[in-house]
């Protein structure tokens, strides 16, 4: 037998025993040693057997109980009862094939925990270092112009006013990037409460063009629904939030546009949800920065992101807001075509 279980090992010994003393017995029997019936040779060695087999039960319940007992609590983080005792050996089952098992389940747990950990470890170091990387740009810019108006360019007629812009306009970028930070911080946190109602995406998305009309009028884009997407699409999801998710989408397709461009969005009746899609046609985006424009702080061209005051954070948003819907956002994008971000929200 390959694998005894310890009762097994326990009437195996006893046998052996028990055995073994009925053949001494025998033998003494015969060489008329013994004075005594042959009937009593068979009852002592059932009573032997009995008496051998209670005593290496016992044994073994207690040292495997107590070797098994160090293993659990070295794996278990929870403290075994004391009054537990042997209860908990089942002696009739493979207990070591069983403690073999659930070690080997343990470490496979261990070591799916610190992969986690080490990833997490390395997102924490990682999104330190953007977030150092992106405050100190306009906190360099702001006391280069403060440090040339302090040296005497404040008299200077040509330089004060602009400069002093220039430094505004950077304080401002601090302040997007604390407002995009504050935001991803909270979702991440799971602390992002979601207030779901029914609406029209239709107004919504209305009220959001109206409000960029004049940032793309600057650009020169014109902002417009598909064909099609006249009648109301109302959806059940997080008005607030959605709106972010728009603006988002919509501000880049006018700060990724070109001149004369046109951004359109449009929705598509699913069955069970909306399709909502935002295209343009703008610059694109290359084949292998695709997949990772929602990461946070990916740029495909950082000093025009910069420039137009983006964070590298909007898509990240945009994702988590989806995501907490439990709907998918994805993108199509060709360079110097154009791009169609497009995400599902559920119908009413
Ligand atoms: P940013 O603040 O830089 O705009 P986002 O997270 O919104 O950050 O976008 C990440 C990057 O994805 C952008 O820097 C840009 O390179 C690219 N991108 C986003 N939207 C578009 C678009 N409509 N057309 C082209 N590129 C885009």
Redesign the pocket.
Known sequence: MKNPTPYQLAVYASLFIAGAVALVLSILYVFHFLQISFFWIPMVSLLVFLVSFQSVKRVLETYIYRKIKLIYKSIHRSKMKSDDKNTNVDLRTDIIDEVEREVAEWANDRSDEIERLKSLEAYRRDFLGNISHELKTPIFNIQGYLETLLEGGIDDEEINIPYLEKASKNVDRLHSIVQDLESIARMESGKLQMDFQVFDLKVLTTEVLDEMEFKAQKRGIALQFKEGASKPYRVLADRENIRIVLV?LIS??I??GKRGGLTQVGFYDMDTFILVEVA?N????PEDAVPR?FERF????KSR?RD?G???????IVKHIIESHKQTVNVR?TVNVG?T?GFTLKRE
């Open positions: 988002n880049n397709s700060k990724y343009d703008g610059l694109g985006i424009v990916y740029r495909v061209d992101s137009q983006g964070t590298g954070l909007g898509l990240a994008s791009s971000f």
